[in-house]
């Protein structure tokens, strides 16, 4: 395999690996178990063991600056740039960087003093994008992994139900939010496989960020908390019933601007999305896609933000 031909297509990453050196690919001795403490689906895990790269070749270079981009930039909100997925590395590949990476992100959790179930309860995250991947392929692989990348450089934490991750506010002189362009903000997250979206659920997740954030870093000021998600879509609460999570969700946020995709067919159905003609309509979620989309009209996602 000859990365840099694989790689041709994203010069800058490449000249961004190249800039650096490696570091040393410590991969856990009892990597089954490893996983398994990582959330990795069980049906995965041979496969995941068995794509263990070689050292010395091609792929444990590549893994080497893999690691380094994330270390070297550890905690900080500037990144390098997002990991492409390249079915030439194989479906495993960034599982391996992650696992490379996570003792040094623990190490800097330590520092902060984050405590260690908030730290493995964030982990879990690539366990759960390889049931994603599977959902939506029906096969083994990481889904969109730079996701990753936040977790593993410290900027995402997953606090109860939600996950926050420490961001900039985006906008510019919006009406009413307390922060302006470049200003701190979080970002939350509502992960998949995890249970209903109960407001209860969300309340105490709130909460814990509310503590989280200004004891483990003091020295940035959260004013603003913003979601960019299909779930807050306005249309949905036309087609939903009152008492539904999501709706619920969506009241706790001001919109902002509106933008197409979000995603939300493969969130909802997975696999099936590929076919939008004959989508399946089990719950009511289903049916409100579904009868939306025949009836001739279009999803969105949605930025939305509340005050911290
Ligand atoms: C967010 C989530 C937990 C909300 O689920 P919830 O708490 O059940 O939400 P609601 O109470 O509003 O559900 C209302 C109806 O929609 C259904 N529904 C909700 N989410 C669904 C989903 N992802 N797929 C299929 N049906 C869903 C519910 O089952 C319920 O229907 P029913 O009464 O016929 O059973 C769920 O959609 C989910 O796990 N999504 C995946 C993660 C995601 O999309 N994150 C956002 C990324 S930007």
Not at 42 to 56: I, K, L, S, T, W
Not at 106 to 112: A, D, F, S, T, V
Not at 273 to 286: K, Q, S
Request: aromatic share 12%; hydrophobic share 40%; net charge neutral.
């Amino acid at each position: 395999m000859n990365v840099k031909e694989l790689l041709k297509d994203h010069p800058a990453w490449l000249e961004h690996l190249e800039s650096r050196d490696g570091i040393d690919l410590a991969l856990p001795a009892d990597l089954p178990s490893a996983l398994l403490r990582l959330a990795v689906p069980h049906e995965d895990v041979n496969a995941v063991v068995a794509a263990r790269p070689e050292p010395g070749g091609p792929l444990w270079w590549l893994a080497e600056r893999c690691v380094h981009s994330l270390v070297s930039t550890m905690g900080s909100l500037d990144g390098p740039p997002p990991f492409p997925a390249l079915p030439g590395l194989g479906p495993y590949f960034y599982v391996y960087v992650y696992l490379a990476t996570l003792p040094h992100t623990r190490r800097y959790h330590r520092e902060l003093g984050i405590p260690e179930e908030v730290s493995w309860a964030t982990f879990a995250d690539l366990g759960r994008n390889m049931a994603v991947h599977r959902k939506r392929h029906g096969t083994g692989g990481l889904h969109a992994p730079h996701w990753f990348m936040l977790h593993a450089r410290g900027l995402l934490y997953e606090l109860g139900r939600l996950q926050f991750n420490r961001g900039r506010f985006g906008g510019t002189g919006v009406a009413g939010v307390p922060a302006e362009r470049g200003d701190m903000a979080l970002d939350v997250h509502v992960p998949d496989f995890r249970g209903p979206l109960s407001p209860e659920a969300c309340d105490a997740s709130f909460e814990q960020a509310r503590r989280f954030f200004p004891r483990h870093f003091p020295q940035e000021d959260y004013r603003v908390v913003t979601c960019m998600s299909w779930l807050l879509d306005e249309q949905l609460a036309g087609y939903l019933p009152a008492d539904s999570n999501i709706v619920a969700f969506q009241r706790r946020f001001h919109p902002l601007d509106r933008f197409e995709g979000g995603d939300m067919l493969s969130f909802v159905f997975g696999a099936a999305a590929a076919d939008p003609a004959r989508l399946p309509r089990r719950t009511r979620l289903e049916r409100a896609v579904a009868d939306h989309l025949a009836a001739g009209g279009t999803w969105y996602g949605r930025l939305g933000w509340l005050s911290f």
